[in-house]
């Protein structure tokens, strides 16, 4: 044994002697008396029991958990580590060993990535290689405080991580994922704020495995591996991180079953019973006083070093104060009393060893134990906060190392035919699901690669994901060889461009043969739901790139490869609490609207909020009619009414007016030379948008079609389509196609209101014909080329039933007025539908996710998606109240707050918001200055339109005030 440099003769001199410990409290006087005052109360039995730390699983059976009370009982031990099982019953049964304990027990846990490493029903954060991707090393001391909180609400003292091992061989079969890397800077630096995070949690940290357990290719639990290298590699390696940390104030550091030649000259002997290794370089030569645990004593890389308690005694002897989980306690006992008194160990080093951990007792708190409180434990560790921080900390590790033609994040989505290809054995579900809320996707599935080729040659980009699990960081990772051929063969065609994405280690890699004709890489590390959907929006720009390889994946990628790129501002998705809001305060907009749902107001409906960029709450309630068998889902779409106008009229009005094709002082008869001699001629665009052009509200032109049993007229329709009559209304209602011309006939011989504010649809058939005339194609297809397709708003068209299956679009009514059938993929608005489906003012369909596109479009000043669709001078042009002063709240197109008490909002928007309502039910508002979108769809007109209940009750609004009142931040 190395002789001790000094006598401890008080504990006040034991703290003079050592400095600053890491295991001295704050109260470190308090401490120092608690200390002593127990060792002093201890016999020889109960002071050499606390050196042992047994293991626990909480899903064993009762005669198991009795024979740990009787070690506690009998034997005095120390701690506890806990295994497998869940938290309430590891709760529990905590609870039962601390009140059988005379000294309450310090409790570990291998919780390196969460409690999740072992137990169920508990949170499961990134793996340390994922987070050695992070180039921020604040947000891994979040999630290393977020796993500590997680620890020491479960009762648990020291978490047995970081892992500070650098993997610097990927053949390493028990490392791997759980190092931050291969280099020792990123190990150091990761490796200290994740301590520091556990330790500001008022959890122990503890080092592991000393003196280095990365470069290896044994696993230590099956045989005793071998660390060949010099002295001079160790000291600037892998000895590097364990420096560092203790020098940053590491509680405790795990000593390794490792065989290290260049540090101990007896052959064979584990580093966790080497004398020289522990006493001699890591105590006295790098200076660490904290507590040393051996690594499992019953792994077999220590185990057949011996039996009957020798194992235990060397591991003592050799400077260990805690003996990880013996295996026969009462015989190791028994070997370190008689070692004891036949003087071969010392008062002086029982006393150092019994002392740390009772001091590391005291720093978390047991010289005032207080049981663990079961209620709302499963809350507790599985909450929002965690949801957020893991979100975080995935979107800055996802690393693009690969991006040619800078393919990534994806834009021209119009010029784009997207498919996507599945690899691996784990779930894509997420990631194939995220996709689609940006472009249409298109899965393809084959039994052979001649089969998937000819599907592929159809598309110009392939999206491959490679999902592998993600239970635990040992799962396999690799491509089979099956997947290697078909992603050579896939990236050799040349009708497309290729994106990988790899759900696993980056080692993946390292077995592909050759990148040159895969055009980007992702590499996302774990096929968790959320890193999923993350690498989604990192694909289409919703998040920039800003991670970096911790290790090297192969010869073309080298460790620290990553293509930083920006994102291009599209919609994220997330959680209300990451955009500063509450989703305990949205629960009022549930409420309010199952209150809807309760009170007939609609049968279903669409809700989404979106903050500062990301949608958070996008929730679809009740169903397409009140009879109907199906739930309403975020996919179904819905007759939009008069959002028609602010998004399809009011887009191509504004290119128009930036291409100097339109301007605001314009009149009717500039737009419309036959208007020159009707009293509308010198209404103005800026008058008639603004709604203060004195035209009427609307005109029904479908009455005049009717015939003496208010049924369409044969004279002005045909229930097929045939020469002349090709203008489709419904289904088998053809209407005549000279009509269209009567519509702008009426219009202009429509005589001038009273000069005040008057909503109106009349200017929206006026900007129709104007738009068409002008660019000679009809403003669907202006639109959709325009916007739609450049954007991303895939379920956004006109006629529907053209593009979609009928049992995805939400009726509108049972008409009994006009058409005499369920109005179902055809334009509710009478004039639109007699335009052929096509109004500037209606006809729009779409659902809330793409309304939030192009709103989010013009509160981002008219750039989306890496394009400028409008200078923000347009935005800022057509979002403005030119006649306020005549009391007209109006934009020029926009809807603005109410001027006085009551309006089209809340109250609570600021006034640089806008946006618009729809008579079907719908309704969507964007606000600047809180950086909110709300979209409400409904089908308030089924079965009727009678049916008021929606507006009387304000019920749009009253959401809009509950997503206001749920702001913190």
């Known amino acids: 044994m190395r002789p001790y440099i000094v006598c401890i003769i008080t504990f006040f001199g034991f703290f003079q002697l050592f400095g600053q410990n890491p295991l001295v409290s704050k109260d470190s006087l308090a401490q120092a008396t608690w200390v002593n005052e127990q060792y002093q109360r201890m016999s020889l039995e109960e002071r050499i029991g606390q050196l042992f730390m047994v293991s626990v699983t909480s899903d064993q059976k009762t005669s198991n958990a ?67 991707a992070i180039q921020d090393d604040n947000i891994v001391e979040k999630v290393g405080y977020r796993i500590g909180q997680h620890a020491r609400r479960l009762g648990v003292h020291i978490n047995f991580a ?64 071998l660390i060949p290298f010099s002295r001079e590699r160790l000291d600037s390696l892998e000895l590097y991180p364990f420096k560092k940390l203790i020098d940053q104030g590491l ?163 119009q010029n784009k035919k997207i498919a996507y290809v599945k ?38 980009l392939v999206i491959i994901g490679h999902h592998k699990s993600n239970d635990s960081p040992w799962k396999s990772y690799k491509f089979s060889d099956r997947e290697l051929s078909w992603l050579q063969e896939i990236s050799n065609l040349r009708t497309s461009n290729l994106i990988l ?116 709450y996008n929730k679809s309630f009740g169903k397409p009619t009140y009879d109907a068998n199906t739930k309403i889902t975020n996919e ?20 128009m007016e930036e291409e100097g094709k339109i301007a605001l002082n314009d009149t009717f008869e500039e737009l419309i030379p036959d208007y020159s001699n009707t009293e509308i001629k010198n209404v103005t665009v800026l008058k008639a948008l603004s709604h203060y052009g004195r035209l009427p509200a609307w005109i029904p032109f479908y009455v005049r079609t009717l015939d003496e049993d208010r049924k369409p007229s044969k004279e002005f329709y045909r229930s097929e389509p045939m020469p002349g009559f090709s203008v489709k209304v419904a289904d088998h209602l053809y209407l005549t196609d000279a009509y269209n011309d009567s519509i702008y006939n009426r219009i202009g011989r429509q005589d001038l209101k009273s000069n005040r504010y008057r909503y109106s649809d009349v200017p929206y058939y006026v900007m129709k014909k104007y738009i068409e005339d002008t660019y000679g194609k009809k403003l669907n297809v202006l639109a959709d080329d325009f916007l739609y397709k450049r954007i991303g708003a895939n379920y956004t068209t006109y006629n ?25 993929g055809y334009v509710h608005d009478m004039g639109a539908a007699m335009q052929g489906g096509v109004g500037g003012h209606a006809g729009l369909f779409s659902n809330a996710n793409d309304i939030a596109k192009i709103m989010q479009m013009y509160l981002q000043n008219g750039y989306y998606g890496g394009t400028k669709f409008f200078e923000s001078r347009t935005v800022k042009k057509f979002n403005t109240c030119y006649f306020c002063d005549k009391n007209v709240r109006r934009g020029v197109g926009f809807d603005k707050p109410q001027l006085e008490h009551s309006g089209p909002t809340c109250g609570c928007v600021s006034r640089k918001s806008f946006g618009h309502s729809g008579f079907t039910g719908t309704y969507t508002w964007a606000d600047p200055e809180e950086e909110i979108v709300y979209v409400f769809l409904s089908n308030r007109t089924y079965p009727t339109a009678s049916n008021t209940l929606l507006v009387k009750s304000g019920l749009r609004t009253r959401i809009q005030q509950a997503i206001y009142d749920s702001i913190v931040n």
Not at 163 to 170: E, G
Not at 177 to 192: A, H, L, M, P, Y
Not at 204 to 214: A, C, E, Q, T
Not at 804 to 821: A, G, H, T
């Open 66 to 132: 009795n024979k740990i009370k009787e070690l506690i009982k009998t034997h005095h031990i120390g701690g506890v580590i806990f295994s497998k099982g869940g938290p309430v019953r590891q709760a529990r049964l905590c609870n039962e060993f601390q009140s059988v304990s005379k000294i309450p027990l310090l409790v570990g846990m291998d919780a390196e990535w969460g409690l999740a490493m072992r137990l169920d029903s508990t949170y499961a954060f990134p793996w340390n290689m994922t987070l050695g």
């Open 501 to 616: 994405c790899v759900f696993a280690k980056p080692y993946a890699l390292s077995a592909v043969s050759t990148f040159q004709n895969i055009d980007a890489v992702v590499v996302s590390y774990q096929n968790s739901k959320i890193a999923q959907t993350k690498t989604a929006e990192l694909l289409f720009g919703a998040i920039p790139a800003t991670g970096k390889l911790p290790v090297s994946a192969g010869a073309d990628f080298k460790v620290g490869s990553g293509v930083q790129i920006k994102s291009l501002k599209r919609l994220g998705y997330s959680i209300p609490e990451r955009v500063g809001l509450s989703s305990e305060g949205l629960k009022e907009v549930d409420k309010l609207v199952q209150h809807g749902l309760d009170s007939l107001m609609f049968p279903g409906v669409q809700v989404l909020v979106a903050r500062k960029g990301k949608v958070v």
């Open 800 to 824: 529907p039933l053209e593009k979609f299956p009928k049992n995805k679009i939400v009726p509108s009514e049972e008409d009994n007025y006009y058409r005499y059938q369920t109005v179902q």
């Open 162 to 225: 970081p892992d500070i091992d650098i993997n610097t061989n990927p053949k390493n079969p028990i490392i791997g994922n759980r190092s931050f890397g291969e280099t020792r800077d990123v190990v150091t630096n990761k490796g200290i704020a994740f301590m520091k995070g556990m330790e500001k949690a008022g959890v122990l940290s503890s080092g592991k495995h000393f003196p280095g357990h990365g470069d290896t290719a044994v696993d230590s639990h099956k045989d005793l591996p």
């Open 251 to 413: 509680s405790s550091v795990m000593v390794a079953h490792l065989e290290v030649p260049s540090l101990e000259i007896k052959e064979g002997l584990p580093s966790s019973l080497s004398e020289q290794i522990i006493s001699g370089i890591l105590q006295e030569e790098l200076g660490f006083q904290g507590l040393v645990f051996t690594d499992a004593l019953n792994m077999k890389g220590a185990s057949k070093f011996g039996t009957d308690g020798d194992v235990e005694l060397a591991a003592f002897m050799a400077g260990n104060d805690i003996l990880l989980m013996p295996e026969n306690v009462s015989e190791a006992k028994n070997k370190l009393i008689k070692a004891y008194n036949d003087g071969k160990i010392s008062e002086e080093r029982l006393s150092l060893s019994v002392k740390k951990i009772l001091m590391s007792k005291y720093k978390v708190g047991l010289h005032n134990y207080h049981s663990i409180k079961i209620e709302n434990l499963y809350e507790d560790l599985n909450s929002r906060e965690d949801d957020l921080i893991y979100e975080e900390a995935i979107e800055n590790a996802i690393t693009v190392v690969k991006n040619k033609f800078d393919l990534i994040g994806i834009k021209n989505l």
């Open 423 to 460: 690899f691996g054995d784990a779930s894509n579900d997420a990631f194939f699901n995220a996709l689609n809320k940006y472009a249409e996707v298109t899965q393809i599935n084959g039994n052979n690669i001649t089969e998937v080729k000819n599907q592929l040659s159809d598309y110009n």
């Open 636 to 655: 179904n779409i819905y007759d939009l009414a008069s959002l028609t106008k602010i998004l399809a009229t009011l887009p191509m009005i504004m290119k």
